[in-house]
């Protein structure tokens, strides 16, 4: 009897929306050898990580047991499956699988770090397949908001795993392969043991709606409209771009694309294929000369972004480019949740300016990428797997996807970043917790969330910063008056002097106060210090600032 | 001939939702006889805000015209529009008008901030009205999502103005007066100069839906709860506590209330006289000893506030009282832009206990308390104004509803915040602008939104702070190595050796190099210590702290 098992490991996406990191592992316990589905990041927040610029799974585990992984592979080019590829693949060293497109963001984003971008290979759909170890993996055309989005089709001898990677059942994509119903029952055929599966939607219970059905809406509304149109999406989502491009096209615009990223992801897709057709643009130069009636422009920043092409056109001008009163602009996106204030900040912008604008609450000039409930549903009942395990999803996505699926009869787990699975036997089974987190990557350093740093600059925000200096003399008195630096903190409190002066006093009274033992332990008198700057900022400003004491001693 | 004008001045509320704060005046030019409507808060966050306790509108310029100020009205007893009176009645001085539920709040307002609670002054609905100087105003009923909401009837010389507040057109409120057009239409009859309005809804397109629709569906869902239930709304909506208190006790439940606000905002309704019935409540220590079954948690924090009942909950434990696995969680409330992150949190973690959470994406169990705008159309044409200003909203809401009211054949404007509006003609006209802004509370101390205060704190939070000591002794020279302490940035840079040691060899270097005239000038000395911080933190860490900079000299 073999002792072998087939386990899955998530260390990132599962519990949260962003970052996903999948291992998967087939081997004796302890020695199974693995494979890693995507390598994403999230997005820093001022909340939770004030000047973070990239948040990753932390992959310690995984850089452990780097000698036991045989294979990265990346099902699609959003940021949260492909992003953080250039920064652990020197660390991490397997190759790297994706099809074509994929492929091509994933070589930009080893470039961008300095890595080799011949460790990324390309691979065709199945029935090709990649062997890697006890694994054999296939990449399965599904539907998503981005070109050539992969199901992996991952087999051991435990097995056949499938795993959806992000997905909607679109029989009418407008770029890439429409999902093929015959295709994925024929997978299927011959016994799926798991389906690990995207839980993002499962709340939205209405069918899903295909990308085809928003190119009339659109069309109509950029037909419709007196003067200068612009408008906004993901640039990833190559679709909605070249629907945008064409309906402006129609109208007998120009289309002029804005942002590093839409034009990098246009060529990418042009590059490696999977755009065939897209009208001709013309450059931010050419479009000033251009009448404004007669222009399209699509632009990069539909969820807020500051430093996007849609910020600085609400803020004023882009590549030379101004929004003036009568034009046109749609935000062709769903806001993600926590970025409301800042796209509701751009709109008011534009609305001073008397730009017209469109967003998507009318449900015509945005569909998800993602399956709701009953097309969650329609992939069990195609896949007939097992087991169901949620993944892509916060909490309350997994448990409700997984209620669903016991509800329709198939064995289920919650199992969140760090819970290793075994799924060897007819019912997935935690077998361990693996520790996971988050790491940060901030200015070109790497380190923990929980290493301290962060809490300290939210602390400085919430609070303000006071700086004592402290010098002592040879004897261990005080050389001269305390001196006090503040920052965030009002320059005046409630006894109308300044606040410095006020801390100073009472500091210099503390010293004078202080015996010779305080006085002569560098810890004794930075604890005394902080405590009486604390009490006397309380009564003068009603709060208590963070405190860092700084004691020299002249020796 | 008279020279004597009506005037508007929004100082808070106008291009904002938050913080609502209208002047009016009448007289002559310049010394117009003023009153107040409203005087609201805003509420802080991370991003904009940090570690600021509320936010004002800048009242400085009612302040330096205090003389002038007759009296102040408050419309209804939400914070954005009651939050601030305490805060400013000492600098106003004016008596205020409110209704008797809005006057009881008021007045604990006042205490809170150790202000005469006998300045608040009780009146009574329309036809009563409130003489103060050239104006006679009148306290309309109105339906909102708090008890005794009040449109005011502004007379003056120049005509009759009603000043809506916030409302929406409810003949069912469950609590408090209905909407009663027949009243309105009779106050209108004589003639409308301006109609002041809230503009919250006026991109929701569907008719609003009354309070009373939600009862029968929140009935539904407790009576079928297996376990214990918990539900949370605004405290300040008496009509959905009572809403939800009264489906608790016909499910044979017994009902607790948690956090402060929800028994305050009840005990003041029943005080006022605004709630003649509720279920008896039982305290959370008798509620520990009530099966779980038999139990309904009414709580406090619907968005996701961290200090609140439903976030302790959350976290395990309030007052005693626990979640379990198989309760019902109830959000009988939206989600305000900008809470979606902090709300998500509460549901993931009432999720990881096994809590039901159901929110209100189903429509069922939450109507909004302003007007939609078909109904902002009803009160138009019932008002018959001969113009309209749009208030209570952000630009892009302002705007539509100047729109909307153009197109219906009013004349209408954009006026935001510091806009001075003469409404004296047939049309509004702007006549001058008056500088506003905020003013936040930080502890125990008021400062302007722009001093810098908050603006350190934000660089802090994303660059962190770095403090450089250098003394120097009688001539100028360097005593001893310079000394370097940070906080909020990583404590190795890319050269594996510790921040600070590169940092202060840096500097070390510098100040040898440096000159005699560098050394002796502190602020040459300050300005050069700070660039080879910053430049010596970009090469080690990739980012440029805060610096400050002390220097001592031994003299």
């Known amino acids: 009897m073999s002792t072998d098992r087939l386990i899955y490991l998530p260390l990132g996406g599962a519990g949260e929306i962003g970052m996903n990191a999948y291992v998967y592992g087939y081997g004796p316990q302890g020695r199974e050898r693995l494979i890693l589905v995507d390598l994403g990041v999230t997005f820093s927040d001022m909340e939770t990580s004030p000047g973070v610029d990239l948040i990753f799974p932390d992959m310690s585990w995984l850089i452990e047991n780097k000698d036991r992984l045989e294979a990265i592979f990346i099902t699609h080019g959003h940021e949260d499956h492909i992003g953080a590829v250039g920064h652990f693949w020197e660390k991490l060293g397997a190759p790297i699988y994706a099809r074509s497109f994929t492929a091509n963001l994933a070589r930009h984003k080893m470039r961008d770090q300095g890595q080799p971008e011949d460790a990324v290979k390309t691979v065709s759909p199945w029935p090709e397949v990649t062997d890697c ?12 908001s981005i070109p050539e989005s992969g199901a992996l089709v991952i087999d051991s001898p435990a097995g056949r795993v499938i795993h959806t990677g992000d997905f909607k059942l679109d029989e009418t994509p407008v770029v890439g392969e429409a999902f093929d119903p015959a295709l994925w029952a024929s997978v299927a055929k011959s016994g799926v043991k798991a389906l690990v599966c995207d839980s993002t939607n499962v709340f939205s219970r209405h069918d899903g709606r295909s990308e085809a059905t928003v190119g009339p809406e659109i069309e109509k509304l950029v037909a419709a409209a007196p003067q200068m149109v612009a408008a906004t999406t993901f640039a990833s989502n190559v679709a909605r771009v070249k629907t945008l491009a064409e309906a402006g096209q129609r109208a007998g615009r120009s289309i002029c694309l ?7 992801m246009i060529e990418a897709a042009v590059e490696s294929g999977v755009l065939d ?4 643009v013309v450059s931010p130069e050419d479009a000033q000369n251009i009448p404004r009636e007669n222009l399209m422009l699509l632009v990069t920043g539909s969820q807020g972004e500051r430093r996007a092409a849609t910020a600085q056109l609400a803020r004023g001008k882009h590549n030379g480019m101004t929004l003036k009163e009568g034009d046109l602009f749609l935000f062709s996106s769903k806001t993600i949740p926590g970025n409301e ?26 569909v998800s990428g993602h399956a709701n409930r009953p097309d969650l549903e329609r992939m069990q009942d195609i896949v007939n797997p097992e087991m169901v395990i949620p993944m892509h999803g916060e909490h ?8 669903l699926s016991e509800a329709k009869g198939r064995a289920s787990v919650v199992a969140v970043n760090g819970t290793m699975l075994d799924l060897t036997g007819k019912t997935p089974k935690v077998t361990e917790y693996v520790e996971t987190g988050r790491t940060y990557l901030d200015g070109s350093v790497k380190y923990g969330a929980l290493d301290g740093i962060v809490r300290d600059r939210i602390r400085m925000a919430l609070n303000g910063h006071a700086i004592v200096n402290v010098i002592l003399d040879e004897d261990d008195e005080p050389l001269g008056e305390p001196w006090v630096e503040i920052m965030g903190l009002s320059e005046q ?11 100073e006093e009472d500091l210099s009274q503390f010293l004078g106060r202080a015996g010779e033992k305080t006085l002569a332990d560098d810890d004794k008198l930075s604890e005394g210090v902080r405590r009486v700057l604390r009490n006397s900022a309380m009564s003068e400003i009603g709060k ?4 860092t004491v700084i004691v020299s001693r002249m020796s």
């Not at 170890?133 to 998503?144: A, D």
């Not at 804005?258 to 990098?264: I, K, L, S, T």
């Open 493 to 503: 409190g409630n006894s109308f002097a300044p606040l410095v002066d006020v801390l």
């Open 277 to 280: 057709s897209f009208p001709t």
């Open 133 to 144: 170890g006890p694994f054999s993996v296939g990449v399965l055309p599904i539907s998503h």
């Open 544 to 547: 208590k600032p963070e405190v």
């Open 258 to 264: 804005m942002g590093r990223a839409m034009r990098r």
């Open 341 to 366: 204030k800042g796209v509701f900040r751009i709109v008011n912008q534009l609305s001073e300016m008397g730009v017209d604008v469109v967003d998507d609450s009318s449900g015509l000039y945005h």
């Open 396 to 403: 309350r996505h997994l448990r409700e996807h997984a209620k």
